[in-house]
T-cell receptor, first 118, second 113 residues
Framework: AQKITQTQPGMFVQEKEAVTLDCTYD???????LFWYKQPSSGEMIFLIY??????QNATEGRYSLNFQKARKSANLVISASQLGDSAMYFC???????????????FGTGTRLQVTL | EAGVVQSPRYKIIEKKQPVAFWCNPI?????LYWYLQNLGQGPELLIR????????DSQLPKDRFSAERLKGVDSTLKIQPAELGDSAVYLC???????????FGPGTRLTVL
């Protein structure tokens, strides 16, 4: 069974500083995908960044980067130059392996609430 | 490009009443998902459609929940009868194909009294 662990229920960061949100995952498969989503108070899940298990480079998307350490089974999200609008819940998710019948199912962690302060 | 549209955004009903949620995916996306998000938790998949076909409904409580996607575009999720424990956010998502990135709608927040 797939499992995603986010150990930080809440994080604070000052505006313009960088912050790392932790995510570890558990799988015995070699092929999988990792995602980060942002959920502001409005409720919509906003896709931020994706990392494939075979990707050799860490994914980057603007101010977001994914620190992918495959041997440690971690996929931490790094937000650089935090902005007040980054305050939200952040969810890490894993897509099940391609060879399974539910290959497009996402399994989510419990999320981290990020608060950006002045 | 328009995102995933859901309605209503909020719904308050009494227990044992029926309720329905509607979702219109991103144009051209053939895969549609319904997720349930309880307070303080991440979303959990209820059902996934590939075009009109429900290809994964293993997590859908079929005694009271039903879903349809008749023309392979928009979809409806129904609960009948609703129970207190059904209070949650119901999220719809779509992807271009089964392994593509999933894009979510704003969700419907259901409160059962």
């Amino acid at each position: 069974a797939q499992k995603i662990t986010q150990t930080q229920p809440g994080m604070f960061v000052q505006e313009k500083e960088a912050v790392t949100l932790d995510c570890t995952y558990d799988t015995s498969d070699q092929s999988y995908g990792l995602f980060w989503y942002k959920q502001p108070s409005s409720g919509e899940m906003i896709f931020l960044i994706y990392q494939g298990s075979y990707d050799e480079q860490n994914a980057t998307e603007g101010r977001y980067s994914l620190n992918f350490q495959k041997a440690r089974k971690s996929a931490n999200l790094v937000i650089s130059a935090s902005q007040l609008g980054d305050s939200a819940m952040y969810f890490c998710a894993m897509r099940e392996p391609h060879h399974t019948g539910t290959a497009s199912k996402l399994t989510f962690g419990t999320g981290t609430r990020l608060q950006v302060t002045l | 490009e328009a995102g995933v549209v859901q309605s209503p955004r909020y719904k308050i009903i009494e227990k044992k009443q029926p309720v329905a949620f509607w979702c219109n995916p991103i144009s051209g996306h053939n895969t549609l998902y319904w997720y349930l998000q309880n307070l303080g938790q991440g979303p959990e998949l209820l059902i996934r459609y590939e075009n009109e076909e429900a290809v994964d409904d293993s997590q859908l409580p079929k005694d009271r929940f039903s879903a349809e996607r008749l023309k392979g575009v928009d979809s409806t999720l129904k609960i009948q009868p609703a129970e207190l424990g059904d209070s949650a956010v119901y999220l719809c998502a779509s992807s271009l194909e089964g392994l593509g990135t999933q894009y979510f709608g704003p969700g419907t927040r259901l409160t059962v009294l």
